[in-house]
């Protein structure tokens, strides 16, 4: 079957950075997706990785291993806004998106 | 209005009514989905309306049923539910061309089956 990986949850505190793992077995990749969800509010899109190596964009970046079947999101300078749930997925050979279940990431002053 | 956009935000009903759920998309986007998505449980994809043809996840039940009437507009028919159907109920609209595609989520009908 397909799987993905990640905590359930994670504290960190403002000001420092977090580092949120994603591990999957998947049939075929198409890309891997990063994505934040603040309570009641829509998943909105942060990343998309699909070659080796890390993409960064301001305070988020993020990387993947293909062949680790690896991914994480690095937050930079925390701030209380990024208390929120980040969900990793994977498009697989069919191109479809396969989720992990997300980790919940509380930020402490 | 721009981005996707469900209604209702919060949606009460007992385990004999019929409801809907709506979805619009003004993104022109060639694709719309319907997720599931229940506390600290992997988004369950429900349906896929892509190219106007549709996609079904052959383990949702018959109770749910799923309507597109153009690309911009989706609708999800409830009827007869149970309290497990109690969750968080996402639209999503993608551009289905070239190699990468996101998805653009709206922010969710909470749906409670009394």
């Known amino acids: 079957g397909q799987n993905i990986d990640q905590p359930t949850e994670m504290t960190a505190t403002e000001g420092a950075i977090v580092q949120i793992n994603c591990t999957y077995q998947?049939?075929?990749?198409?890309?891997l997706f990063w994505y934040q969800q603040h309570a009641g509010e829509a998943p909105t899109f942060l990343s998309y990785n699909v070659l080796d190596g890390l993409e960064e964009k301001g305070r988020f970046s993020s990387f993947l291993s293909r062949s680790k079947g690896y991914s994480y999101l690095l937050l930079k300078e925390l701030q209380m806004k990024d208390s929120a749930s980040y969900l990793c997925?994977?498009?697989?050979?069919?191109?479809?998106?396969?989720w992990g279940a997300g980790t919940k990431l509380i930020i402490k002053p | 209005e721009t981005g996707v956009t469900q209604t209702p935000r919060h949606l009460v009903m007992g385990m004999t009514n019929k409801k809907s759920l709506k979805c619009e998309q003004h993104?022109?986007?060639?694709?719309m989905y319907w997720y599931k998505q229940s506390a600290k449980k992997p988004l369950e994809l429900m349906f896929v309306?892509?190219?106007?043809?549709?996609?079904e996840n052959n383990s949702v039940p018959s109770r749910f049923s799923p309507e597109c009437p153009n690309s911009s507009h989706l609708f999800l028919h409830l009827h007869t539910l149970q309290p497990e159907d109690s969750a968080l109920y996402l639209c999503?609209?993608?551009?289905?061309?070239?190699?990468?595609?996101?998805?653009?989520f709206g922010s969710g009908t909470r749906l409670t089956v009394v």
């Open positions: 998947t049939s075929g990749f198409n890309g």
């Open positions: 999503a609209s993608s551009q289905e061309t070239g190699e990468y595609y996101g998805y653009t």
């Open positions: 997925a994977v498009r697989d050979s069919n191109y479809q998106l396969i």
């Open positions: 993104l022109g986007h060639n694709a």
């Open positions: 309306y892509s190219l106007e043809e549709r996609v």
